[in-house]
């Protein structure tokens, strides 16, 4: 069962590095010009469009990824075994980081199309609720209550 679950967090880990590296790549496609800059500077209509979906987005799916992998960890995967509970576990994270993810990635379109820092600023707050996702082996073995109990002193 070790085996399994250095697995997942490798899985786990490698997923979340890949989240990073999408947002850090997209900045480099836009900031070497393979990416157009600007083209929606000046139209005031799909810039606010643009925004108001990027923000609602934003504002939406933050509590929604953290609140809902918490929902299932305590209703759903904590009463399974424990091969189903990691299978379960695993697809939960990887929802929970495509919740941020898109958005993330979104705001990061919207921003370089239109130049404002609105959506800058959304992202930003995407990227730091991702922190909230990093897997870690006492992160996994406490939201799964794998804990052994240990005689108190």
């Known amino acids: 069962m070790e085996k399994r679950m250095t697995r997942l967090l490798r899985v786990l880990e490698a997923e979340f590095a890949l989240f990073w590296i999408l947002v850090v790549a997209g900045c480099v496609l836009y900031e070497t010009d393979v990416l157009p800059q600007g083209s929606m ?3 005031a209509q799909a810039e606010y469009i643009l925004q108001t979906v990027g923000i609602l987005l934003t504002v939406c799916l933050i509590p929604l990824s953290l609140r809902m992998f918490s929902l299932s960890l305590t209703r ?11 299978v379960s576990y695993r697809r939960w994270c ?14 990061l379109t919207v921003y370089y199309t239109t130049l404002d820092v609105t959506s800058l ?3 930003g707050m995407l990227l ?7 897997p870690g082996r006492g992160r996994l073995i406490r939201e799964l209550d794998l804990q052994k109990d240990e ?3």
Not at 76 to 86: G, N, T
Not at 95 to 105: D, E, Y
Not at 128 to 134: I, K, Q, R, T
């Open 41 to 43: 500077v000046g139209d």
């Open 128 to 134: 730091v609720a991702s922190l909230f996702c990093v």
């Open 94 to 107: 990887e929802i929970r980081l495509a919740m941020l993810l898109a958005p993330a990635l979104f705001n």
């Open 76 to 86: 759903y995967v904590r009463q399974l075994s424990l091969p189903e509970a990691l």
């Open 121 to 123: 600023l959304c992202m």
């Open 151 to 153: 005689p108190e002193k």
